[in-house]
């Protein structure tokens, strides 16, 4: 499954609005639909629960579509109000996905990122919120703080971790990129600092969060796990594992296999799109 999530999401480019929608609603469908199947009660007809997680994932599809097109908004105008509209909608569409391909109702659970941190409100019979730590996306604000530095400014003005650098060179790379993200911290230097370079960043950053809805997968194994010992149990408590960080970089990879241009890799055609269509000449990364 995870293949086929991946080779989908490199053979289908977004060039144009309704390429884009399309491309985000289906691609949501099929990773609710399979998520809920895969998380199905055993009472629960797999059929069944294959069709009612579609709908609900091309509904969030259609909010991480609507979220990531006002980063082109934001690119434009440098508003932070457009890229918090953006990260805001991109989490109830994210919400709805991780939803829809838990097999759970669509409305139940909510989660809300912001740099390694998890927050994530249940809505039961009474409401309840959980905090817990992301240790891969600790681990991109812990390198990012290596090679530059927090900017507290620009980081509450546009939800993301902004680092400031001097040099964000890179072994392999023989140009220096101007933006770099790692899970979702993300670092510019001097030639950076433009909200289109700002804007190609944060798609980065939503392409590393949108890959979380596949650790839904695992939820039956996690559980268990989790309840093995005193010491699972207090690791699930106060630790999210972002796994899908480590998917997102093999499909980062995957991408990049044959392209001889950088920029045909489709994560930096999606980040280009979205962010206005950076040109080759705006070397970044
Ligand atoms: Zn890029």
Same mark, same amino acid.
């Given at each position: ?7 989908? *999401?490199?053979?289908? *480019? ?7 929608? =399309?491309?985000?609603?289906? *691609? ?22 294959? /069709? ?29 109000? !457009?890229? !918090? ?100 911290s993300i670092m510019l230097n001097e030639n950076g600092r433009d909200s289109k370079v700002l804007g190609h960043e944060l798609i980065h950053a939503y392409q590393y969060e949108e890959r979380g809805y596949l650790n839904t997968y695992l939820n039956q194994a996690r559980e268990r796990w989790l309840n093995k010992s005193k010491l ?8 999210? =594992?972002?796994?899908?960080?480590? /998917? ?26 979205? *962010? ?10």
């Amino acid at each position: 499954m995870f293949a086929f999530v991946s080779s989908s *999401s490199i053979t289908w *480019s977004q060039k144009n609005d309704v390429q884009a929608a =399309t491309f985000n609603v289906a *691609s949501c469908a099929i990773v609710g639909g399979v998520g809920a199947w895969v998380n199905k009660s055993p009472s629960q007809k797999g059929g069944r629960a294959f /069709l009612s997680g579609m709908l609900k994932g091309a509904a969030g599809g259609l909010c991480v579509y609507g979220g990531k097109r006002m980063i082109y908004s934001f690119s434009q105008t440098n508003h932070g109000g !457009w890229a !918090w509209a953006s990260k805001v909608t991109h989490a109830v569409g994210l919400s709805l996905v991780e939803n829809a391909a838990s097999n759970r109702p669509l409305l139940s659970v909510w989660h809300f990122h912001f740099g390694f941190n998890r927050l994530e409100l249940t809505i039961g019979n009474s409401a309840q919120l959980r905090y817990r730590m992301m240790p891969f996306a600790l681990g991109g604000f812990i390198y990012a703080s290596t090679r530059g530095r927090l900017n507290f400014a620009e980081t509450l003005r546009v939800g993301q971790p902004v680092f400031f650098s001097d040099n964000l060179r890179i072994p392999r790379v023989d140009f220096e990129p101007v933006g770099l993200t790692v899970a979702n911290s993300i670092m510019l230097n001097e030639n950076g600092r433009d909200s289109k370079v700002l804007g190609h960043e944060l798609i980065h950053a939503y392409q590393y969060e949108e890959r979380g809805y596949l650790n839904t997968y695992l939820n039956q194994a996690r559980e268990r796990w989790l309840n093995k010992s005193k010491l699972t149990k207090t690791y699930g408590q106060w630790v999210y =594992t972002d796994a899908n960080f480590v /998917l997102d970089n093999l499909f980062y990879y995957l991408g990049s296999i044959g392209n001889t241009c950088y920029f045909d890799n489709p994560y930096e055609q999606e980040a280009n799109f979205y *962010s206005g269509r950076l040109s080759y000449r705006d070397i970044e990364y």
